[in-house]
């Protein structure tokens, strides 16, 4: 989903769809030359009469930025096993297993390949369980991709973004991320790293604070409509159901802690900034004993220190 892929990959895939360069899989490959594009749109890579003469896709939220700013991949290479584990279905180990097919002998070869970015609806996590997910955006990459590297025994290959050949460091990341430390699940008063818990723990806290809210809002006579996927700044609308006025633009925080300390994104404060009803609500022992407290955005800048633990930085 768009809250995991990296922000200059983001910012170029929205920029496409801006331009009007968002398309259906079957429009894509018949604008590629793909033979029967639709009688093959479902699959993972395919082939053409013309250089370059591999297509295939990649999913934005698996791009990864080496320190110089280029895009590369970890490309698995196992057709049998979901991302997170268990047997695919016969249809996806076909589709896999023909996507390595057609991408192992471009390796080493200078020969580019056309690659259609991608943002799917559901988290990693899902994707992880069903690798028919739903796509939201689909670009073709107006710059080619290679395949560098080709690694059977570890089962991974590498994509690099650019028509000249380069490749990754191996201190770079790894295909999965790094263990965190589950203990710390909100950030602590002298914090100075991330201290994230685990992926099922974060989804517990963070839906039971929904529910919460959804909950608190609908209890007063409200209809409230999710826009949790939808990256515009909050989590939840809230309207008036006689007048149809908006009275709530809310972005939800929860904890399992009791005291209220939350991450926000710069694209939450700057909307914060922006937006005249919206608002915060934080949800302290959201698991276990729910507490609601709602702020204004002026509030919110005037009851909490905002200290900055982390930059990312690119080349000048």
Known sequence: MQSEVPQEVFSYIDKQRLDGKDQSATEWLTRLGVAEPRSVN?????????????????????????????????????????????????????????????????????????????INKTSIEELKQNENAETIVRVKDEEHWQVVGWDESKKEAWLVRGAAPWLPSLDEPTAEPPPVDESRASPGENESNFGFPDYETRKRIEDAAVAHVRQHYQGLGYRVDSKETQNVGYDLEVTDSSTGEIVGRVEVKGTSQQVPAFYITRNERATAKALDVWKLAIVTNAIDEPTLQILSADEMEADFEFTEIAWRCLPR
């Open 42 to 118: 479902t699959e993972y890579a395919w082939s053409r009469n013309r250089d370059p003469a591999v297509v295939c896709t990649i999913w934005a939220e698996f791009v990864q930025i080496d320190r110089h700013g280029r895009w590369y991949v970890r490309e698995r290479l196992e057709a049998d096993t979901k991302l997170g584990g268990g047997e695919r279905s016969t249809n996806q180990k076909r589709r896999a297993q023909n996507r390595i097919n057609l991408l192992r002998p471009t390796e080493g070869s200078s020969k580019t390949v056309v690659a259609l970015l991608q």
